[in-house]
T-cell receptor, first 113, second 112 residues
């Protein structure tokens, strides 16, 4: 079983829709969670990170972590065609200096104009 | 632009060869991470260096090695290349006492 599971999609929505992207994880030691956006053949771009449980909002993006169910989500409001990309979730252990990221497989999102 | 640079952008080489990928972290970042992204395995952590010292190892093959130099740039060396090593190789850097990792544009390696 992979430590971070993510539905690969593809997910296709109309412009303006609310998008929900989800991941589950199995490593209870994860305390930090990241969401990256990756356009085709480009480097992953950090969108948001959250610590432990709770919500964090940044513009049209909201990241949510539920540690009790080991579930993390990213919501995109008023989705735009420019949001079309692969979205990667990742978990990280907070102790120590390593803090390497364990990624899900990514969800491919297409926002149709 | 994340501030992390990687060279070369593309590399095409033959099986059995050796290549070196280069990464320069963001100014002030002491940690450099290397990741491999392939279609079947996704984005996987290979190795991390902090201020010149190896700090963590992931799924890195023995044929692969890395180092971080005093100016904090890092190199990933891949030897005895196999077709299955064809992938995107990313480096990322992180500032001290932070959790956010910023990725470079990657090097696309094709082994023929």
């Amino acid at each position: 079983q992979k430590e971070v599971e993510q539905d690969p999609g593809p997910l296709s929505v109309p412009e303006g829709a609310i998008v929900s992207l989800n991941c589950t994880y199995s490593n209870s030691a994860f305390q930090y969670f990241m969401w990256y956006r990756q356009y085709s053949r480009k480097g992953p771009e950090l969108l948001m990170y959250t610590y432990s449980s709770g919500n964090k909002e940044d513009g049209r993006f909201t990241a949510q972590v539920d540690k009790s169910s080991k579930y993390i989500s990213l919501f995109i409001r008023d989705s735009q065609p420019s949001d079309s990309a692969t979205y990667l979730c990742a978990g990280s252990i907070s102790s120590g200096s390593a803090r390497q990221l364990t990624f899900g497989s990514g969800t491919q999102l297409t926002v149709l104009p | 632009d994340s501030g992390v640079t990687q060279t070369p952008k593309h590399l095409i080489t033959a099986t059995g060869q050796r290549v070196t990928l280069r990464c320069s972290p963001r100014s002030g970042d002491l940690s450099v991470y290397w990741y491999q992204q392939s279609l079947d395995q996704g984005l996987q952590f290979l190795i991390q260096y902090y201020n010149g010292e190896e700090r963590a190892k992931g799924n890195i093959l023995e044929r692969f090695s890395a180092q971080q130099f005093p100016d904090l740039h890092s190199e990933l060396n891949l030897s005895s290349l196999e077709l299955g090593d064809s992938a995107l190789y990313f480096c990322a850097s992180r500032a001290p006492d932070s959790y956010e990792q910023y990725f470079g544009p990657g090097t696309r390696l094709t082994v023929t």
